[in-house]
């Protein structure tokens, strides 16, 4: 307590915060009627705020703590860097080792022949990368035309001007003027809020033939590429069906279209391998990395390139573009150090013998309460559907979101960390998470979605649509 308690008194951390701290994502009438949660600590899965509340975090942060909190070997990495060589770029033909090992180190782990790492500070910068690197390519490859990139509804890419375009937000891209031209939006695989009548196998089919269909709207000698999570994390932890990968991948090699697989989330074990294409059997041309590369230690991004792309933008001069932190040695010291923790203490495997099972089997069992429709997890990712009437996957009569929202606050209430999107709730726990830290988290899921459930009824919200 006296250590967590060395600080202003909430309420006053709180005002400040209100008074000069303009946060993503976040409405500023309830910052200051409510004010933000104070977070103070962290050690394992659990946070610690300036009441001394522990809560479990089941999001990992925000997708990324994926060794968990309070691993010294990565703060000692950062500080031998920084007494090292803290800081210095890798423009004009310079370089230094930690970015020479971690860009070696990254094609090791990577699949197929992607062997080029073009470093970032985060995943929305890779992503803008991402845009300039395949326009380029194809100009360089003698096909200027080939420009337009293909997403998603309800992607999510990031949130700079073309992280926010490649996305399908349509609360982003409703603010600042977005998409940017020559990007390009096909429906998402989410069978259960979408897939109606059909089977979830028809579904996927149909929404990859999408992709098909645009491209042959546009003509494939103006499609460059085709961006996609290989699950959707943001938009709700949308796990697609069986079918919806291999006729993306057969579409993509069919039309000469570069596909870019935003690993930010699915990479660095959450779905029991390094990459969540080597789960999924996709043959990516570029992977979009963040997040878990450091385990949210130090902010680091890059793309991962495949030789052909990186061969033809090699030889075509400068490639004019680049980040003042394209590289940072103290970032790339502590990827290091996080990739060497994961492959020694066997992490892959811990997901993928004990962790991820044992999550599937307990998180399908929510599926049992009467306001919970699918619950699915892949890896160490997880989403279910609130829902008034499970028979007829019916939405809520309420404002979507409503209920989700109270969900999450109760689940705050009850000392668990889970996201609502839409009336979906979502989980990505660190990656290290024990049995019994699952059994925690499911204890508090079920208790706070019974709860929530409670107060729906008695306040007159549980009606379909
Ligand atoms: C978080 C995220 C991004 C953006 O990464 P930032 O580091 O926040 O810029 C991009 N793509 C996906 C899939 C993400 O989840």
Not at 109 to 132: C, K, Y
Request: hydrophobic share 40%; with cysteine.
């Amino acid at each position: 307590m006296n250590v967590i308690a060395n600080h202003l008194p909430t309420a006053e951390l709180q005002r400040l915060d209100a008074a000069h701290h303009l946060h993503p994502f976040t409405a500023g009438a309830e910052l200051k009627a409510k004010g933000a949660r104070v977070i103070t600590r962290a050690e394992g899965v659990f946070l610690t705020d300036s009441d001394g509340n522990k809560m479990l975090d089941a999001m990992a942060g925000l997708w990324c703590v994926n060794i968990g909190y309070g691993r010294r070997e990565l703060a000692d990495a950062a500080h031998a860097q920084m007494l090292q060589l803290p800081y210095y770029n890798t423009f004009f033909q310079t370089t230094h080792v930690p970015a020479i090992a971690l860009a070696k180190r990254l094609a090791d782990l990577a699949p197929g022949d992607l062997h080029h790492v073009f470093f970032a500070g985060s995943g929305s910068e890779a992503n803008d990368t991402n845009i300039r690197l395949v326009r380029h390519y194809w100009a360089a490859m003698g096909k200027p035309d080939k420009r337009v990139i293909i997403s998603r509804h309800n992607a999510y890419h990031g949130s700079t001007m073309g992280g926010a375009s490649l996305g399908g937000m349509e609360p982003m891209h409703a603010q600042g003027g977005l998409p940017l031209p020559e990007i390009e939006h096909i429906g998402q695989p989410h069978w259960y809020g979408e897939g109606g009548d059909m089977s979830p196998e028809e579904f996927g089919l149909l929404r990859a033939r999408e992709l098909e269909n645009v491209i042959a709207h546009l003509g494939e000698d103006r499609v460059a590429a085709f961006i996609a999570e290989p699950i959707q994390g943001a938009g709700g932890v949308i796990i697609p069906p069986d079918s919806y990968w291999p006729e993306v991948q057969r579409i993509c090699d069919a039309h000469e279209i570069l596909l870019i697989a935003d690993e930010v989330i699915t990479g660095f074990g959450r779905t029991g391998y390094w990459f969540g294409s080597q789960a999924l059997n996709i043959r990516p041309d570029i992977m979009t990395i963040a997040k878990g590369v450091t385990s949210g230690y130090q902010p680091l991004g890059g793309s991962i390139v495949s030789d052909a792309v990186a061969e033809v933008v090699s030889e075509a001069g400068d490639f004019n573009h680049g980040y003042t932190y394209s590289g940072h040695p103290v970032a790339a010291a502590v990827a290091l150090e996080n990739l060497r923790i994961i492959e020694e203490e066997g992490v892959l495997a811990h997901v993928r013998e004990v962790a991820a099972p044992y999550l599937a089997e307990k998180w399908a069992m929510l599926a049992d309460h009467p306001m919970v429709g699918e619950a699915k997890s892949y890896g160490m990712l997880g989403g279910l559907q609130l829902t008034p009437n499970k028979t007829v996957r019916a939405p809520f009569a309420a404002p979507v979101g409503t209920v989700g929202l109270r969900c999450r606050e109760t689940c705050f209430k009850n000392g668990l960390v889970m996201r609502h999107v839409g009336d979906r709730m979502i989980i990505s726990p660190p990656l290290v998470i024990t049995r019994e830290e699952i059994d925690l988290l499911l204890d508090r899921a079920w208790a706070s979605i019974d709860e929530t459930y409670r107060g729906v009824l008695g306040d007159g919200l549980f009606e379909a649509a």
